[in-house]
């Protein structure tokens, strides 16, 4: 697929597009005349020998050591490779498709005094296929992502590695397949590729699109599990939830009530005589909706990142004023990645509590563990075992990465973000509250098959069913982990997005 980017401009939708899909990407004409303009205050710096940090200067404590001309080129390849000291396993390629499309958008906006030559052979470089090999962790969050950047640089150069086609190979060798040349940076064009937040800020891209798909499955496997355990519906009247005006729980609440309508099983109870639900059932537009509203407001400021220039110094071609600053400070992501990370602890949690009613035959009226002739089936006893380990272990994760900072660069850089590891951190976070979703599911449609001949609601059926599609009814106990394994796939797949989608921030685009 192809992506026109206009820098500055970019929508979480078609963000999520490029975290999903391989594509190549195309400039809006504009883009270019900023591009040459900013690269001209550059060029006519260097030519009236005036001295300028990151154009003509080393950089961090060194940003007092004047770089003559003729070794700018060496200064800029130099920075590239000395900051390529990352470590740990490479960044997937959904990682690196958003690094890529962040960069160019950031770069293109007129401030960073990069040649169009080098934007072109960048563009190039990604619409071949090369993923650089980019290593995950060597990154505090500022003065930007500067190792792991650097490593991409690296393999525009030809060094360093790179996979092409799915296969790893020398960053010189792909270029060769790719019948390109390795790109060799002119003055503040190295500085302008490494200074940045681009990485920290794909991480939590991934890290949204999956909270998104979790909180979508969430939402369904909540209102399945209300209708295993046969529980009511009343606490999801607008009423309630319009008498408390917060805005994600009234946003929320309607879509239980629209994914359980016309349930058999729900009608079938309509006069019992339990009176109240357990909280992890009727309290879930109350915490869904708060989780909601999280959701939205990280969303704000990451697409807001997204779309920022965040490298320095930064150019202004209005007068020709280049300044140096401090948007390469990740703190704002910091902060979004740490309310995400506490979004996914609580959608794992709640879900959690409600697999346990399920397993309790005093709680939910329902064969002991999900299970027929319990004794000799162990049935679901140990998946909730299996959730309640990963929900206690997102609660470790979700200590917030935003607290922390230590002193880099000879005290030059003496507070940073540590946003980076808080946005790769949601990654495993996320498979956690995926799989108890998951595990959620199975049991809520293990839970809704007893209750035959009732039936539950039409849309919850088309879930019902395209989770049966691939995982049969537990009958007497088999090997268990593939069930779950195949139900978190689904989870993070979006399978379960479609009636929760439009409330999101990357489906309202």
């Known amino acids: 697929m192809l992506l026109n980017i206009n820098p500055g401009y970019m929508t979480l939708a078609e963000l999520r597009d490029v975290y999903r899909h391989a594509v190549k990407i195309n400039l809006e004409e504009h883009a270019w005349d900023d591009i040459r303009v900013s690269r001209d205050v550059v060029d006519d710096i260097i030519a009236r020998g005036k001295t300028v940090y990151g154009i003509n200067t080393g950089f961090g404590l060194l940003a007092q050591t004047s770089i003559p001309a003729d070794q700018l080129t060496l200064l800029q390849s130099n920075l590239v490779l000395s900051h390529s000291t990352g470590v740990g396993r490479p960044l997937d390629d959904d990682v690196v498709r958003l690094i890529y499309a962040l960069k160019v958008s950031s770069l293109a906006q007129g401030h960073s005094g990069i040649r169009v030559s080098t934007m072109e052979s960048f563009i190039d470089f990604i619409n071949s296929g090369i993923i650089a090999e980019i290593p995950e962790k060597g990154s505090v969050g500022a003065s930007g992502d500067l190792a792991p950047l650097a490593h991409m640089a690296s393999a525009m150069m030809g060094e360093g590695f790179a996979r092409l086609n799915g296969k790893r190979m020398k960053a010189s060798d792909a270029l060769k397949k790719a019948n390109l040349k390795p790109i060799i940076l002119g003055s503040k064009e190295g500085l302008a590729f490494l200074n940045g937040t681009q990485v920290s800020t794909a991480l939590a891209l991934k890290g949204l699109f999956k909270t998104e798909d979790i909180f979508a499955s969430a939402v369904v496997a909540g209102s399945m599990s209300i209708d295993a355990l046969m529980g009511s519906v009343a606490p999801f009247d607008a009423r309630i939830h319009n008498a408390r005006g917060q805005p994600g729980q009234i946003a929320v609440a309607p879509i239980y009530l629209d994914l359980m309508k016309g349930s058999e099983i729900n009608f079938a109870h309509h006069d019992c005589k339990k009176v109240q639900d357990p909280y992890s059932l009727r309290c879930q537009p109350q915490v869904m909706g708060a989780v909601l509203d999280l959701i939205n407001n990280a969303a704000k400021t990451?697409?807001?990142?997204?779309?920022?220039?965040?490298?320095?110094?930064?150019?202004?071609?209005?007068?020709?004023?280049?300044?140096?600053?401090?948007?390469?400070?990740?703190?704002?992501?910091?902060?979004?990645?740490?309310?995400?990370?506490?979004?996914?602890?609580?959608?794992?949690?709640?879900?959690?509590?409600?697999?346990?009613?399920?397993?309790?035959?005093?709680?939910?009226?329902?064969?002991?563990?999900?299970?027929?002739?319990?004794?000799?089936?162990?049935?679901?006893?140990?998946?909730?075992?299996?959730?309640?380990?990963?929900?206690?272990?997102?609660?470790?994760?979700?200590?917030?990465?935003?607290?922390?900072?230590?002193?880099?660069?000879?005290?030059?850089?003496?507070?940073?973000?540590?946003?980076?590891?808080?946005?790769?951190?949601?990654?495993?976070?996320?498979?956690?509250?995926?799989?108890?979703?998951?595990?959620?599911?199975?049991?809520?449609?293990?839970?809704?098959?007893?209750?035959?001949?009732?039936?539950t609601s039409e849309q919850l059926t088309k879930y019902q069913k395209h989770i049966r599609n691939y995982i049969p009814h537990y009958t007497v106990d088999r090997y268990f982990a593939p069930d779950i394994e195949r139900a978190t796939i689904m989870v993070l797949a979006g399978d379960f997005s479609d009636h929760v989608i439009n409330i999101l921030p990357s489906g309202s685009n």
Request: aromatic share 6%.
């Open 302 to 455: 990451i697409l807001i990142e997204a779309n920022a220039v965040t490298d320095n110094p930064l150019i202004f071609t209005d007068n020709g004023d280049v300044i140096s600053g401090g948007n390469f400070h990740a703190e704002p992501v910091a902060f979004a990645v740490d309310m995400l990370a506490m979004a996914l602890c609580e959608i794992a949690s709640i879900s959690e509590r409600r697999i346990s009613i399920m397993v309790d035959p005093k709680m939910s009226d329902l064969p002991p563990f999900l299970v027929e002739n319990s004794g000799v089936n162990s049935g679901f006893m140990i998946a909730q075992v299996s959730a309640a380990a990963l929900v206690s272990e997102n609660k470790t994760k979700a200590h917030p990465s935003s607290i922390d900072s230590i002193p880099t660069s000879a005290n030059q850089e003496d507070h940073v973000s540590m946003a980076t590891y808080g946005a790769r951190r949601l990654d495993d976070m996320a498979f956690n509250s995926a799989t108890v979703i998951a595990i959620e599911l199975l049991a809520a449609t293990q839970g809704i098959d007893f209750r035959s001949p009732y039936k």
